[in-house]
T-cell receptor, first 117, second 120 residues
Framework: GENVEQHPSTLSVQEGDSAVIKCTYS??????FPWYKQELGKRPQLIID?????GEKKDQRIAVTLNKTAKHFSLHITETQPEDSAVYFC????????????????FGQGTILTVHP | EPEVTQTPSHQVTQMGQEVILRCVPI?????FYWYRQILGQKVEFLVS????????KSEIFDDQFSVERPDGSNFTLKIRSTKLEDSAMYFC??????????????????FGPGTRLTVL
């Protein structure tokens, strides 16, 4: 089955700096890679996602890059703000594999991001 | 904006008791999921459900677990005989038909707020 590794486990930055979180996956059938932000006691919320036929996607201060050959993908947050402080999870899923589209998300271990004012 | 809802928000039970966790997915969604998150750990897949049957389950989802969609709106997770290690946050998620547009969120699994299960 799929295995997703995420690093670092904690990341501390100053407000305005950039933050980068990296993930690797093992299953070449995975073709969808979402990133979720989870605040304490709350539900995971999607912040950005990327499909395997795309190398990079940006949405305002957030970008995701994917290297399908190396099986790794990264989240980049620029101009960080204190409200970006949360736990970030990467995930991988094979949505369109084998003619089915049920999918199941395999999550990384999470990164606790702290942005200091 | 439509949201996935879950009840109860917190359930405390004694070991060996049965619990039913309830979810109301987003109304036009077709795919339903249960995940769990032990405190401080990652979110783990339990089961997926489509067309009124289980499509996939993890090794965590043993004979003590079952899922049901008893009507057109509810999706339930039952744990027949709870164990201490079942203590976790349980998230329900739902999704529409996956799309290939590439727009952020077109393949999103929408998560509910979770039910915190505490087994004593």
């Amino acid at each position: 089955g799929e295995n997703v590794e995420q690093h670092p486990s904690t990341l501390s930055v100053q407000e305005g700096d950039s933050a980068v979180i990296k993930c690797t996956y093992s299953d070449s059938a995975s073709n969808y890679f979402p990133w979720y932000k989870q605040e304490l006691g709350k539900r995971p919320q999607l912040i950005i996602d990327i499909r395997s036929n795309v190398g990079e996607k940006k949405d305002q201060r957030i970008a995701v890059t994917l290297n399908k050959t190396a099986k790794h993908f990264s989240l980049h947050i620029t101009e960080t703000q204190p409200e970006d402080s949360a736990v970030y999870f990467c995930a991988a899923e094979a949505i369109w594999a084998g003619g089915t589209s049920y999918g199941k998300l395999t999550f990384g271990q999470g990164t606790i991001l702290t942005v200091h004012p | 904006e439509p949201e996935v809802t879950q009840t109860p928000s917190h359930q405390v039970t004694q070991m060996g008791q049965e619990v039913i966790l309830r979810c109301v997915p987003i109304s036009n969604h077709l795919y339903f999921y249960w995940y769990r998150q032990i405190l401080g750990q990652k979110v783990e897949f339990l089961v997926s459900f489509y067309n009124n049957e289980i499509s996939e389950k993890s090794e965590i989802f043993d004979d003590q677990f079952s899922v049901e969609r008893p009507d057109g709106s509810n999706f339930t997770l039952k744990i027949r005989s709870t164990k201490l290690e079942d203590s976790a946050m349980y998230f329900c998620a739902s999704r529409d038909i996956p799309r290939t547009s590439g727009r952020v969120g077109d393949n999103e699994q929408f998560f509910g707020p979770g039910t915190r299960l505490t087994v004593l």
